[in-house]
């Protein structure tokens, strides 16, 4: 498995000029003064002393920010065992107040740029996205909305989506959202979960240059959601509001300023979804306070995201990204919400909005890069991507070629932020910071506050070899709790089983020598041959170079009698054929540049790979449809792009017997 040495040099470094702007290193020089952090030995220093004195760290990122607690707190992290640490006790604040903070300074300049196919900007001001927000609360509070009550949204990534958002926390009720592009099945099996009192909708949405007509699906939703008290209607392709349901202009039609419930520091701020690939999707809760700290940290000092910067990462409401990228609000920064397909009406779609709108961070897949690669775009050539500072990536591992490729045609001085986190923090474990040098297929370091490791079966801590991504000590962003798990079973089963009181993740990392990290896909569909283990995303990486695969999927199967079957599932180019050559070509990238016991056993044709619903492979469900286990235990319908793809890989089990 190919990992950088600290022999290579860096893709990329940092000069001092930069490194003495960063917000990272005045935070660092500040708190060296004030908490006792240490002054000399850069970031390294910075992080270990993050995670030694955890209490102390949170309490000068809140002071760092100038978080308002309308009720003081005693200590940051009173007791520090996990699950169930406790957070600032006695703290109450609100995550819309700080959200909204830059409206007092900047109100004329814009806090969202929202951005459809059509690539016309429409930006909304501070001033005016409070008023929205003062409004809106005020409805939702006239209409029986109080702290705990859960408000949804089935909507696209648009400005509205923002404001709903905020008005919701802004009352301490607790926001919940999916993309239109969901079918009624999938918005249900999460909505039901939690029962919303208030339903914002759009009556659809436009994708690929066509208009998606979504009335039906918010009519069944209103149908099978029984706990609705309203419904607002957003009219994005101009119908009026059905019988019985308010309409957006109207209920935001109001001037008052917002008034901002204060909770406490663990109230939930929002309920996220995991992909659920299997059961219904786990209703992960997190709380005002730990999002409102966690995305101040994250933002405001690995991504270095201050007034001056436009912040685009292209989501959908769907994924935490989208909850991360609305956070932005919190360093004063201007949001681009671009919502129409990554592809229309080219691939180079995103590089066209990052232009447009002037973007500083522009944050993607590491799918849409490696589609770029292979289509042969040429970003810095055929746009003015002079502002963008960073392309960061998540989504899955950046392979070293996506790194080559961004440093070659978008900038040879662009910061490469490849990053890794979960919706189960919203936030990130590893990845960008600004004053650290870029090594080819590596993240940067581990995050502040995160005591990330990487751990073998036993639990020690390994360096430069595989092991499980573990965090030993809480982050604030760590859920408060799962919905409807009274007993915090589900919430154990998912993180504490294998390590008591150790967060796992489920993915394969190592931790290099010089503290980077490199992430090598989800742990519980690794690659185990002969007791070399390697992750699914080092497959992709040799896989994919070759012109003529579209995508795969590679699934290692321990079969019953103690053997390992490891098929190949490859999607085609268009006009590619799989002959002897192809495969042999194959076989040969694998052997050369990854490992002879990394070969596959077989290699099919498939007519595609499926992905949840965020755009990830679904590997874990397809192994066990591999093993026999009917469709409907193996995979919950409703958090797959293709259920018809997994019929081709259910019908490939009985082949084997």
Not at 124 to 140: D, F, H, I, K, P
Not at 440 to 456: N, P, V, Y
Request: with cysteine; net charge negative.
């Amino acid at each position: 498995m190919s990992t950088a040495t600290p022999q290579q040099p860096p893709l990329w470094q940092p000069d001092q000029a930069r490194i003495d702007a960063a917000a990272v290193t005045r935070f660092q020089a500040w708190a060296a003064e004030r908490y006792g952090a240490p002054a000399e030995g850069g970031y390294q220093a910075l992080h270990r002393w993050s995670v030694d004195e955890l209490d102390t760290f949170w309490r000068a990122v809140a002071d760092w920010f100038q978080v308002r607690f309308d009720t003081p707190y005693e200590y940051a992290v009173a007791d520090q065992s996990m699950p169930g640490t406790t957070w600032f006790p006695g703290a109450t604040l609100n995550y819309a107040e700080h959200a909204l903070r830059t409206a007092d300074e900047r109100p004329d300049e814009p806090a969202l740029l929202g951005v459809d196919e059509t690539q016309e900007i429409r930006p909304v001001s501070w001033s005016e996205l409070r008023r929205q927000v003062g409004a809106l609360s005020e409805q939702l509070r006239a209409l029986g909305v109080r702290p705990g009550d859960r408000v949804s949204g089935y909507l696209p990534n648009i400005p509205q989506a923002i404001a709903a958002l905020l008005a919701t926390a802004s009352v301490g009720a607790v926001w919940t959202s999916c993309a239109p592009d969901f079918g009624a099945r999938s918005v249900l099996d999460r909505f039901q979960q939690v029962e919303p009192v208030v339903l914002f909708t759009v009556d659809g949405y436009r994708y690929g240059g066509k208009e998606h007509d979504r009335r039906d699906t918010v009519a069944e939703l209103r149908r099978e959601l029984p706990t609705l008290r309203a419904v607002v209607h957003i009219p994005l392709l101009g119908t009026d509001a059905p019988e019985g349901a308010l309409d957006w202009r109207e209920v935001t039609a109001g001037d008052s300023t917002p008034v901002f419930e204060q909770v406490p520091f663990d109230h939930p701020l929002w309920v996220l979804y995991s992909s659920g690939t299997t059961g219904l999707p786990k209703a992960i809760v997190q709380s005002q306070g730990g999002i409102l700290l966690e995305h101040l940290k994250q933002l405001g000092l690995h991504c270095d995201l201050g007034p001056s910067d436009r912040f685009f990462w292209y989501t959908s409401t769907g994924w935490m990204m989208w909850n991360f990228l609305a956070s932005g609000l919190l360093t004063g920064t201007t949001i681009v919400l671009y919502d129409g397909s990554p592809g229309h009406p080219d691939i180079a779609a995103q590089w066209r909005i990052a232009e447009l709108t002037g973007t500083t961070l522009y944050g993607t897949s590491a799918a849409y890069v490696m589609a770029c690669r292979k289509a042969d775009v040429h970003p810095g050539r055929d746009f003015d991507l002079s502002r963008v500072q960073c392309v960061a990536t998540t989504g899955s591992p950046l392979p070293p070629d996506g790194f080559r490729w961004l440093h070659d045609e978008v900038r040879d001085d662009l910061w490469i932020a490849s990053v890794s986190g979960g919706t189960d923090v919203c936030s990130c474990f590893a990845g960008a910071v600004p004053t650290l040098p870029v090594h080819i297929g590596e993240l940067q370091a581990a995050c502040l506050g995160t005591d990330l490791s990487a751990w073998d079966p036993q639990g020690k801590p390994l360096t430069g070899e595989v092991g499980e991504l573990v965090v030993t000590r809480p982050m604030p962003s760590m859920p408060v709790s799962f919905w409807n798990d009274p007993d915090g079973t589900r919430y154990h089963d998912s993180y504490f089983d294998m390590y008591p009181g150790v967060w796992r993740h489920g993915d394969w990392i190592t931790v290099t020598d010089h503290g980077s990290v490199i992430i090598h896909g989800r742990s519980d569909s690794t690659l185990n041959r002969q007791g070399v283990r390697m992750g699914s995303a080092d497959i992709y990486e040799v896989v994919e170079r070759l012109p003529e695969i579209k995508e795969s999927l590679v699934i290692g199967l321990e079969l019953p009698d103690g053997g390992y079957w490891m098929p190949l599932f490859v999607h085609l180019a268009p006009g590619a054929e799989l002959d002897d050559t192809l495969r042999t070509r194959i076989k040969q990238a694998l052997r050369e540049q990854l490992s002879p016991r990394h070969v596959p056993d077989d290699i099919i044709e498939a007519p595609g790979v499926p992905h949840t619903l965020t755009g990830k492979r679904i590997e874990v469900p397809v192994k066990r449809l591999l093993q026999g286990t009917p469709m409907e235990k193996a995979v919950n319908p409703g958090s797959v792009d293709n259920l018809d793809l997994l019929r081709f890989y259910a019908d490939q089990a009985p082949n084997r017997a």
